[in-house]
């Protein structure tokens, strides 16, 4: 969950959601869990358990984490 940083000048609209998120408390929270959870670690049990890319029919899956990350952030 690596944000990146804003690297590009501001426009009119950006300068008000830059000065947003400063003060956006879920984002200081998100920051902490990503800081505080070893996701390598989860990674690997759920590679274990959900074979990616197995198929060469279909479109591409999602990387398990991702999914996992998801549905972290629903509840």
Same mark, same amino acid.
């Given at each position: 969950? =690596? %944000?990146?940083? +804003?690297? $590009?000048? @501001?426009? %009119?609209?950006?300068?008000? @959601? ?7 408390r879920?984002l ?6 990503? $800081? =505080?959870?070893?996701?390598? $670690?989860?990674?690997? +049990? @759920? ?11 279909? =479109?591409d ?6 999914? %996992? ?7």
């Amino acid at each position: 969950m =690596a %944000f990146k940083k +804003i690297e $590009r000048n @501001l426009g %009119f609209a950006d300068l008000p @959601l830059k000065n947003s998120l400063k003060h956006n408390r879920s984002l200081k929270t998100m920051e902490k869990l990503d $800081r =505080a959870i070893n996701w390598k $670690r989860i990674e690997d +049990i @759920l590679h274990s358990y959900y074979t990616v890319g197995t198929s060469s029919e279909g =479109a591409d899956a999602y990387p398990p984490l991702l999914l %996992f990350q998801c549905l972290l952030l629903q509840k």
